[in-house]
């Protein structure tokens, strides 16, 4: 196995911001001209060496869990959490052994991302033995369906830092993480943010800026904004 070739995909979350849409449909089967959010997630991986996909359900898992059966392109593993909703960090603790020995990616199913070199293997080619944490991020500029500020910035070293201004950035949602770094932890109900800041400690947390754009579809106008774009 070599880095990224596996990838944990977060779909268990309630999508309480997009439920209206459709009350009856999880977050990652909404889809967005006629396409659902996670096949365009699995659809990105799949096409730029990702083998095997592990994807937590929780909320309608039974309906995420037939829409994923015979899936080859990604071939999709299930991490059930339908006993317990751990949030980002724990899903990534109980899938752990699933996802190997080899650095992973991790991502949301709540965004698309077009243009631009693929987003896989711009984070692969800033990968190093000096990361274990390596966020796609993307200017504020070629953002859709976002009103924050931004998430970070980075430094002269490609370091993250807390966002400043004129040069703030916003997490793709996409990851390459190191899993040495949640070797040690029980599974427990944690977000993602709490090994980040491990990894920022140690000098260990890294980004790269993908060159297309990001349309977050995470409530009811990013998806018109998107539908308004691809349909």
Known sequence: MSVGEKAMVLAAGLGTR???LDPETPKPLIKVAGKS?????????????????????????DMLESHLAGRETP????????????????????????????????????????GGDPAPSTLRKGWSEETDVLLLLVPLARTSGYEGKGDFSLNDRGQ?????????????GL??????????????????????????????????????????????????IAEARLA
């Open 18 to 20: 997009i439920r209206s």
């Open 37 to 61: 959010l996670i096949d365009y997630t699995l659809d990105m991986l799949g096409a730029d060496g990702v083998s095997e996909a592990v994807v937590n359900v929780h909320h309608k898992a």
């Open 75 to 114: 071939k999709v593993t299930i991490s059930d959490e339908r006993g317990e909703l751990l949030e980002t960090g724990g899903g990534i603790l109980k899938a752990l052994p699933k996802l190997g020995g080899e650095p992973f990616f991790s991502c949301n199913t709540d965004a698309i991302l077009l």
């Open 160 to 172: 993250i830092i807390d966002a400043c201004d004129g040069e703030a950035m916003v997490f793709t």
């Open 175 to 224: 990851q390459l993480l190191r899993p040495s770094l949640f070797a040690g932890h029980e599974v427990e109900r944690v977000s993602t943010r709490a090994f980040w800041q491990k990894a920022r400690d140690a000098g260990r947390m890294h980004g790269v800026v993908f060159g297309g754009d990001w349309m977050h579809v995470g409530d009811p106008e990013g998806h018109r």
